[in-house]
């Protein structure tokens, strides 16, 4: 099950992909992680998925990571006495605390900590920003507007607030019982929703105590101001580009992606796009040329994982998505240019052992012309240094802990296999070059970039490079 690319890809699964069947596709296709949303899922829906994907996993004995994504709060406005109505640009519309069915002029909001929070001058976006108003007078009871752009506004549809932080916090209670629920049940990854302050991130570190990978969801403008605060506590991220798209202006979205991408890269942290990457592909087999451009932008830009939404969870072509997503990675890292873009964005190693033996892994590998860098990982956090090098070699991931391969499995060009510890150093080198071998990465008179800690088999000691050669059993 070697893929022919480095970037991974997150498939979400949905009504479109919910059978063993399909979601076999979906993997033999080139997913990697399968997300479960969970405003669309309940405990007993993630249980049933989760039990078919590890059926996969164990048919064919590979790591495959699982992603909970939580649906943190949502702001909503209330309902209307007709099924819709419609706001003129430079009227007045009221949003207040009555919960009687509003019209025209007015409609119930029943959040009250937007009251307390909003500042005459900023704007609200209701129903995915299509109708943008601006605070012109603030009440403790009441929010009077001007209609910026109007449109029709129907009940429940959701208000962002991109000038505001909302003193509300990341989990709701249904987001905890969730969280709790995910972690019970073995689930890889958290993806955290309204992040706006490193706070949300910490709260949700507590209750999952490592149980799981917290994957910060950047999709508020008060996360782009914490962002470098941010990063440390978190994981992994996700450029979550439908809700920072509303709350951003939408020209400034592709600056921001490589930002964050390289903030993440520079971290050493997995960083994930995603958002309508092939939307099109909802109902279309083929993908817009536009579509194309934005995921190989992704590749290009050295973005761990690709992410598909609705076009897997609903879509009408959810294998042939993966198929085109997988199609262009291939393609992309393939390109002449890309090891040299790749190559461009790369940091400077920190001043710590395990930095610099990956660091020299990736230089000595590529000068020689090695078949892979094999890296002896329990905790992950060697296999991620060697990820955030991205390497022109492949890298292969030994790890004895099920978990750790299942979590890796979002990094960028880590193939996972779960082995053994190394009894020493003699077992180190043959076990990866059989490996090696085993995996089709290598065959006799290649040679091979070994990274490990000594001693044997603890945790976060990386300190020896040793070049292998594989040789005739």
């Not at 007993?44 to 649906?71: F, T």
């Not at 309902?79 to 409609?107: K, Y």
């Amino acid at each position: 099950m070697r893929r022919k690319r480095k970037a991974k890809i997150i498939a979400t699964l949905g009504p479109a992909s919910n059978s063993q069947e399909m979601i076999e596709k979906l993997f033999l296709s080139g997913v990697d992680v399968f997300r479960i949303n969970m405003s669309h899922s309940s405990h007993d829906e993630m249980r049933k998925r989760h039990a078919l994907i590890r059926n996969i996993e164990k048919k064919y004995n590979r790591p495959i990571g699982v992603l909970a994504d939580l649906q943190g709060p949502k702001l909503r406005v209330g309902t209307f006495e007709d099924d819709e109505v419609m706001l003129i640009a430079d009227h007045e519309f009221v949003l207040d605390q009555d919960p009687t069915p509003g019209d025209s002029t007015r409609v119930y909001l029943p959040h009250p900590e937007i009251f307390d929070a909003v500042e005459i001058g900023h704007y609200l976006l209701v129903n995915d920003g299509r109708i943008r108003v601006k605070v012109i007078d603030v009440a403790p009871d009441r929010i009077t507007t001007k209609v910026i752009y109007g449109g029709l506004l129907s009940a429940r549809k959701g208000v962002n607030l991109p000038d505001t932080l909302v003193p509300l916090p990341a989990l709701t209670e249904k987001d905890r019982a969730d969280l709790k629920a995910a972690c019970e049940d073995g689930i890889d990854w958290i993806a955290l929703s309204f992040v706006q302050r490193p706070q949300d991130v910490a709260e949700a570190r507590k209750l999952v105590r490592g149980r799981a990978g917290i994957l910060a969801k950047i999709e508020k403008p008060s996360a782009l101001k914490y962002l470098d605060d941010i990063m440390p506590l978190c994981d992994a991220i996700m450029i979550a580009r439908g809700d920072l798209g509303v709350e951003l202006p939408v020209e400034t979205v592709p600056g921001w992606q490589k930002r964050i991408t390289r903030a993440a890269r520079k971290a050493g942290k997995p960083v994930v796009v995603a958002t309508q990457m092939l939307e099109s592909m909802i109902d279309e087999p083929v993908p817009t040329r536009a579509e194309v451009s934005d995921v190989a932008t992704a590749i290009f830009e050295g973005a761990d994982a690709v992410m598909l939404s609705a076009e897997s969870a609903m879509g009408t072509w959810p294998e042939k998505a993966v198929e085109t997503m997988d199609a262009i990675a291939i393609s992309v890292e393939g390109d002449p240019l890309f090891a040299n873009i790749i190559g461009a964005q790369r940091r400077d190693p920190e001043a710590t052992s395990a930095d610099a033996i990956s660091n020299a892994a990736r230089s000595v590998a590529e000068t020689l012309n090695a078949a892979a860098i094999i890296c002896y990982t329990g905790s992950g956090s060697t296999g991620l240094r060697v990820s955030r090098e991205r390497p022109e070699v492949p890298i292969i991931a030994l790890t004895p802990s099920e978990r750790t391969g299942r979590r890796l499995s979002i990094g960028w060009g880590l193939h996972c296999v779960l082995t053994q510890d190394a009894k020493d150093q003699d077992d180190m080198v043959s076990r990866a070059c059989r490996i090696a071998v085993d995996e089709n990465f290598a065959r006799h008179g290649d040679r091979i970039i070994i990274t490990a800690g000594i001693p044997l088999g603890t945790p976060g000691k990386t300190n020896m490079l040793r070049i292998a050669a594989i040789k005739k059993d």
